[in-house]
């Protein structure tokens, strides 16, 4: 059956069984990409028929990041009926997709793509160069030593080259660049130290990647990704970032803001700040990797520490209704933002699916924002609770904050 028929029939009131939704995709797809036809035991199917994708079908896509285990296990049926766009958790990255010169690993990401495509969910591309989970061997010459500037630009374009021209087509925006902003309060240092400033004596590879990108696939639209977009000094410095870019006339649509978000920051006035400053260049938005922690702040160091010494984490305080209460208000409030600055957000979307799995919960007690699933986290499990669904996949009283407006 066609599925444009079915969704206008839903516009005239048509209901669709959630039985008969599962088996229109099981028809739909092959059969390694069934989708499971039941949440986890212990719950039931959701009465509405509407996800939050159709809640914001008027607005922007719904999107969530997403690894092999949630395409391969329950959390798929919630994936195809609440949302209509994902991104890769982990595996386009540079180093998990292309660990050597000669290596790529084109497995999971392309069980993703077919994942998208079979259920006709759109897909952000999730990222062409990043200072983590980057290849070393990029770096690197065949004496050890490191590579010239012109060398690893070479190298850069054959990785974009290959990545974004395999899926040409199929991904319809790319996170190319990913937080190459410094976190200082310093004013004058704008770019991180990484080893693509270094070697390239600045920030020159941010534009060659934009460039590289928009070349391997012309109609598929650019962002510049980062977290803490919010805090003035950051925010500040990513401006002068997109400035640059703009004035150069590099082929960039836009900036990714991460959004991982805490139930005090943003406030609304620094989150429209943001919006606007970005905005002014007539750049796009989408918040890429949404969650809101309820976890508390590190404990600072008593007086008369010795200067780095390690403090215990904060206790795991459990989602109270005191905290859910703080994270509704701190969704309700940006989510109401979203859709004022609608014409300008052309995706929101979730960091993982819900509470069952969050990067976070394996993530230290300082939670400074960034480097989302980066590979040398913490593993000590601190529950952080930040999505819209509860750790039985059901939705939380979050999650009604968001839809009903």
Known sequence: ?????????????????????????????????????????GTTADNSKKGLKDYYKSYFPIGVAVNMASLHGPDSALIVKEFNSVTPENDMKMG???????????????????????????????NLCWHNQEAAWMFKGVDGKPVTKELLLKR????IFTVAGRYKGKIYAWDVVNEAVDDSDDTTQIYRKSNWYNICDGPDFIEAAFRYAHEADPQAKLYYNDYNSEHPVKREKIYKLLKKLV???????????????????PSP?????????????????????LDITIRLPQPKPAPGATPGATMPPAPDPGYTPELEA???????????????????????TFWNVSD?????????????????????????????????????RERKNAYWSVANF
């Not at 006035?269 to 990797?289: I, P």
Request: charged share 25%; glycine share 6%.
């Open 96 to 126: 998990p997709i292309h660990p050597s010169e000669d290596v790529y690993n084109w497995k999971n990401a392309d069980d993703i793509v077919d994942f998208a495509v079979c259920h006709r969910i759109k897909i952000r591309g999730h």
């Open 356 to 392: 069952r799995y969050s990067w976070l919960d394996q993530r230290g007690g300082g939670l400074t924002g960034g480097a989302a699933a980066g590979a040398n986290t913490p593993r000590t499990v601190r529950k952080a609770y930040p999505l819209l669904f509860d750790e039985n």
């Open 247 to 265: 004035d150069d006339h590099v082929p960039i649509d836009g900036v990714g803001m991460q959004a991982h978000w805490k139930l005090n920051e």
């Open 156 to 159: 850069l374009k054959d990785h």
């Open 269 to 289: 006035n620094e989150l429209r700040k943001a919006l606007d400053e970005v905005t002014s260049l007539g750049l796009k938005v989408q918040f890429t990797e």
């Open 326 to 348: 703080k994270q509704i208000a701190q969704y309700k409030m940006a989510f109401d933002i979203f859709r004022q600055y609608k014409k300008f957000i052309t995706s929101v």
């Open 1 to 41: 059956m066609n599925f444009s028929i079915v969704n206008k029939k839903a516009d005239r009131g048509f209901v669709l069984p959630a039985i008969a939704f599962i088996i229109l995709s099981l028809v739909q797809c092959t059969p390694k990409h069934q989708v499971v036809s039941s949440f986890q035991a």
